[in-house]
Every structure is written in structure tokens, then in C-alpha cells.
């Protein structure tokens, strides 16, 4: 037996970190960024106007007022993308747009909402100082300066800051490929009739979704029966387009567990048993060098058997910090019993206590139904309490450690 930080280490100090790619910005997206990425130019490029408005000189209007505007000629509009070069000389004033280039000689922008708008002759009824909504050169970024280093996530707004020092591609690690295999000959596909002792097969799905909730690219393969020969042939098969493969099913003390059966001393794979609940049996190792993690059959064991050890794991292929789940200390609202010498991870539901302060406070509560069958409570529980080895009657108001699951 092992425990839940023993199995993770192991995983975590086999598995590959993906090698990088040059993607187009798009296909990047999600992907974990493996270059720094310096801005080229500065951002603003050029002083421009923050308001659709009058370029001035600031002295000229520095006592217009309701009672007295200033009355200044327009020279003209500058829009955004103009690229004349204009300027202004004192007692004269442009009409200016939003991102317009800042005419030389004009120190600030009067927003049209101060003035009468006019087009020849603009009157100006309030003052404003020298830089008034004026967006300076380099206030955003610097030429030169690194923008998103190795390790950042591409989200939607690390995108749009790449797009805006003109990268139209980035270096990446790759979202992983996962393929998702579930075993058992008692599986039939959602959508089809069951004969007795049959059941619809949940796992590949729920797998398959928290692989792409993980930041990776889920293929659901369709689930095989319990045959040595059809499993180790489909397992060998999805090599060929997988960055790490998950199984479900098949890993216990059963005479048919066939991923037990098949694995066992092939590649590195090991199986172990881990000192928790649910997630008992685990195997873990390599096949040809890809990552293979075997998971228990029944689908909660499964589903927190992804989130303690296969999250982590694609994080860490990616070049991410192998992080648990995001994890709140919170008020348990129910005495508890854990079986001593086991992490127990309960289904449960965290809800946020609003105080009169700024501190944060959530109570937790376990769910009715704690088997590792019950599905039922772990679809609408949105957290996992986490009980140490150590714990055994655990009463209610006790502080506990909860992950919050992905929502
Ligand atoms: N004698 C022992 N029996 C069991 C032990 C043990 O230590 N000694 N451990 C138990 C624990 S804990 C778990 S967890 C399970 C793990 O079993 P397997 O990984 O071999 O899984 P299966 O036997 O194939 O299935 C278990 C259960 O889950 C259902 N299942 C499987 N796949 C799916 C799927 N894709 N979708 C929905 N449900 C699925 C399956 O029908 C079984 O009911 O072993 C215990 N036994
Ligand atoms: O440990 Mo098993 O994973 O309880 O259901």
C-alpha cells in the first residue's frame, strides 16, 4: 500500500514534459505558452486620443468656462489610422477620434461633450490640463518587454496580447491528447437497450470531459470488453494518437480484470494499491513511452482518481505546475467517521459564507450517499472534502480541506 502523495510523486517524476510546437495563434489557444514573447514595439505606438473630442493646446482654453468658451478654428478631423502627419499651432484645434494620432503641437482632448461640436469653429466651454485624454506611447507595454513568458496558459486574454505586439504565431506546449478507453463487458453505449445485468457506460464519457476540462484533448474511444486480447490490441492501437491514454475498469482482485491482467510487467506499468477512498487499486507506467493510468471501474473512484492523479499529470506535461485542485479551508457543517489509515475524499457541497468583513468563510456539507457507485451524489456535489489518514471521528464545526471541483 501507498499513499495518495507517494502515487503522485511516482507519476509526476515519469511523466514526459510535451515538446514544443509553433502553432498559429488560434490553434494555440489553451495551450501553454514555451517561448517569452517580447513586444516588438511599444504599445499605445503613438500618443493618441482616448475620447472622440478637439486636439488643443491646453493654454488656449485654460479659462474657457459656460459663461466665456473659447472659440477656436478646426483645421480639420484626424481619425483613427490616419496617417498624415498634422499638427496644430496655438489658438487652433483638430477634431480628433477615439485612437487617433495625437496632431503635433496639441497637449490635450476636449471631449465633444464639453464643446458645441462644431466643425469650422468649435466652442469649448470647460478647461482642461496639459495630457487631458491623451493615451501616451509605451503606457500599455514597452518596446522590448516581455509580455507572457514560458508557462502561461494562452487564454482568450494572453491571445489578444500576442495578437497586439504582432505575433501571429507562438511557440506551445500542445493541449495533451488523451484517449479514454473504458473496460467491462457488462458496457453498453447511452442510446442503446440494455439486456440484464447490463449498463450504460458513464465512465469513458466523464473521463473524456474532465480530460478537456484539464486544458487537454479528449478522445473517447469506444469502450472494449473484458478480452485480454482486445484490450492490449485497442491499447496498442491508440498509441499511435496519444499523448496519455485512461483507462477505466478492470484493475481489482476480479478473474476477469483484464487491464491488471494485460499490463502487468508491460512497459513500466505497475499496479498499486493507495491508501485512500474511493481510487483504491491505481496502475500507472509507461507503454513505449506514453503515460498510461489505469483507473478503478467504479465511476466516482474514477472520476477522483482523475482529479487527484491524471490533472495533475497533463498540467505537468504541459510545463504547468502539477497543482491540486483549487483548495478552500471550510467549516464542516455534519459530524463525520473516516476509516483510519485511509485519505478520504468526500462528494460534497461548499457554499460561501458572505461576513460583514472582508474574510472569506464556506461552510461545507457532506452528500447523502458517499458509495463509490453513487454517482448520483457526485453530480451535484461541487467539492471534495479531503479527510487525512489520520482522521476518524471528525466533528461538525471542525475546519477541513476541501478541492473544489471544476464547475
Ligand atoms: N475482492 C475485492 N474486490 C474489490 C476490491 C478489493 O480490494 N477486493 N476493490 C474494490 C474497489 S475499492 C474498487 S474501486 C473496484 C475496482 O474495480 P475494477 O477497477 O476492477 O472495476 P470493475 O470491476 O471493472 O468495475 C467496478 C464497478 O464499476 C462499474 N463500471 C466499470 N466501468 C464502468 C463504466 N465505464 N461506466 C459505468 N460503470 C462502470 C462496474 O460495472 C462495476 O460495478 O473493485 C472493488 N472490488
Ligand atoms: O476504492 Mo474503490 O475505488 O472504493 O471504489
Known amino acids: ?3 495518495v502523495d507517494e502515487h503522485l510523486a511516482d507519476i509526476l517524476a515519469n511523466v514526459p514534459v510535451l515538446p514544443p510546437l509553433d502553432l498559429a495563434l488560434l490553434e494555440a489557444a489553451g495551450s501553454v505558452l514555451a517561448e517569452p514573447v517580447t513586444a516588438p514595439v511599444s504599445l499605445p505606438p503613438f500618443d493618441n486620443s482616448a475620447m472622440d473630442g478637439y486636439a488643443v493646446v491646453s493654454a488656449d482654453v485654460a479659462k474657457a468656462s459656460e459663461a466665456e468658451p473659447a472659440v477656436l478654428p478646426v483645421i480639420g478631423d484626424i481619425a483613427a489610422g490616419d496617417s498624415g502627419v498634422t499638427a496644430i499651432r496655438p489658438g487652433l484645434a483638430a477634431r480628433i477620434m477615439t485612437g487617433a494620432p495625437m496632431p503635433a503641437g496639441a497637449d490635450a482632448v476636449i471631449p465633444v461633450e464639453w464643446t458645441d461640436g462644431g466643425a469650422a469653429t468649435v466652442r469649448i466651454n470647460r478647461s482642461a490640463p496639459p495630457g487631458h485624454y491623451i493615451r501616451r506611447s509605451g503606457e500599455d507595454v514597452r518596446a522590448g518587454e516581455i509580455v507572457a513568458g514560458p508557462g502561461t496558459r494562452l487564454g482568450a486574454a494572453q491571445l489578444g496580447m500576442l495578437a497586439a505586439v504582432g505575433r501571429a504565431r507562438a511557440v506551445v506546449r500542445p493541449k495533451p491528447r488523451v484517449v479514454v478507453l473504458s473496460t467491462g463487458s457488462e458496457l453498453r453505449e447511452p442510446g442503446s437497450e440494455l439486456a440484464p445485468g447490463q449498463i450504460w457506460d458513464s465512465n469513458s464519457f466523464m473521463l473524456t470531459a474532465a480530460v478537456i476540462e484539464a486544458g487537454g484533448v479528449g478522445y473517447r474511444q469506444t469502450m472494449v470488453e473484458d478480452d485480454p486480447r482486445k484490450v492490449l490490441e485497442t491499447l ?70 482523475f482529479q487527484v492523479f491524471v490533472r495533475p499529470a497533463l498540467r505537468a506535461m504541459q510545463g504547468l505546475a502539477p497543482e491540486p485542485l483549487p483548495t478552500v479551508t471550510a467549516v464542516l457543517a455534519e459530524d463525520l467517521k473516516s476509516p483510519a489509515g485511509l485519505t478520504h475524499f468526500l462528494r460534497a457541497t461548499l457554499a460561501h459564507n458572505r461576513g460583514t468583513h472582508m474574510q472569506q468563510s464556506y461552510t461545507v456539507t457532506p452528500a447523502e450517499g458517499q458509495g463509490s457507485h453513487q454517482l448520483a451524489a457526485l453530480s451535484s456535489a461541487n467539492a471534495l472534502i479531503v479527510l487525512p489518514e489520520d482522521a476518524v471521528d471528525v466533528p461538525a464545526g471542525s475546519p477541513v480541506e476541501v478541492l473544489r471541483l471544476p464547475s
Not at 494499491?273 to 465511476?299: A, S, W, Y
Request: hydrophobic fraction near 40%.
Open 236 to 305: 496498442e492501437d491508440q498509441l499511435m494518437r496519444a499523448d496519455a491514454l485512461v483507462t477505466s475498469g478492470g484493475v481489482s482482485m476480479g478473474v476477469r480484470d483484464v487491464v491488471k491482467e494485460v499490463l502487468t510487467g508491460v512497459g513500466t506499468v505497475q499496479f498499486h494499491k493507495v491508501r485512500m477512498r474511493p481510487g483504491k487499486p491505481q496502475g500507472f507506467g509507461l507503454l513505449e513511452g506514453t503515460p498510461i493510468f489505469t483507473l478503478p471501474g467504479n465511476p466516482v473512484s474514477a472520476y477522483v482518481s
Open 1 to 3: 500500500m501507498r499513499t
